[in-house]
């Protein structure tokens, strides 16, 4: 049983360019959701996708983009990347409805 | 608003020793409440959950959690500590639907030999 899947691991990006981040569900899981890890912080939301929809969004500026697809899988989109955008991005999966999510690996962004 | 607070920034145990981390929470309705486990450069690994019924509840790794209600805390523990528990241990509260679930800060946890 497959669980969250991240790709890439780790990146880098200079300011004012664009990153897309992909994540795979656990199989069985249809809806997807992003969090961003500053060094020393908890994650914090950014969105949740269901239904190929953004079901609901914390405080993240538009920058900061998404999409789902039919089989599930999301991509995280960021423009006009900042020095501030440097962080782990977590992927976490789980049933609509389901209280329960499970966290991939993650992706290390760095923007120099 | 949710929300949840770690008091302890950084906690060092002795290897055998016992451990208790704290979490306290702010919620308006009954919490679901987690906690998960970081390792250096990983994601997040489930270690226990609460959503209603036995207010202490058993989690892998043989950690256990009490949720109390009257504190608003839901500390994590565990009776004997091994080397491999040195980690970033992080406090959730969710809601049904689980959209928007708050993390603490973290406590990160140093196991000495």
């Known amino acids: 049983d497959a669980g969250v899947t991240q790709s890439p691991t780790h990146l880098i990006k200079t300011r004012g360019q664009q990153v897309t981040l992909r994540c795979s569900p656990k199989?069985?899981?249809?809806?997807v959701s992003w969090y961003q890890q500053a060094l020393g912080q908890g994650p914090q939301f950014i969105f949740q996708?269901?239904?190929?929809?953004?079901?609901q969004r914390g405080n993240f500026p538009d920058r900061f983009s998404g999409h789902q697809f039919p089989n599930y899988s999301s991509e995280l989109n960021v423009n006009a990347l900042l020095l501030g955008d440097s962080a782990l991005y977590l992927c976490?999966?789980?049933?609509?409805?389901?209280?329960?999510?499970?966290f991939g690996p993650g992706t290390r962004l760095l923007v120099l | 608003a949710q929300s949840v607070t770690q008091p302890d920034i950084h906690i060092t145990v002795s290897e055998g020793a016992s451990l208790e981390l704290r979490c306290n929470y702010s919620?308006?309705?009954?919490?679901?409440l987690f906690w998960y486990v970081q390792s250096p450069g990983q994601g997040l690994q489930l270690l226990l959950k609460?959503?209603?019924?036995?207010?202490l509840v058993q989690g892998i790794k043989g950690f256990e959690a009490e949720f109390k209600r009257s504190q608003s805390s839901f500390n994590l523990r565990k009776p004997s500590v091994h080397w491999s528990d040195a980690a970033e241990y992080f406090c959730?509260?969710?809601?049904?639907?689980?959209?928007?679930?708050?993390f603490g800060a973290g406590t990160r946890l140093t196991v000495k030999p």
């Open positions: 976490a999966s789980s049933l609509q409805g389901g209280e329960t999510q499970y």
């Open positions: 199989s069985g899981h249809d809806t």
């Open positions: 996708y269901y239904e190929e929809e953004e079901r």
């Open positions: 919620y308006g309705a009954t919490p679901y």
């Open positions: 609460y959503f209603s019924g036995d207010t």
């Open positions: 959730a509260v969710g809601a049904r639907n689980n959209n928007d679930m708050r």
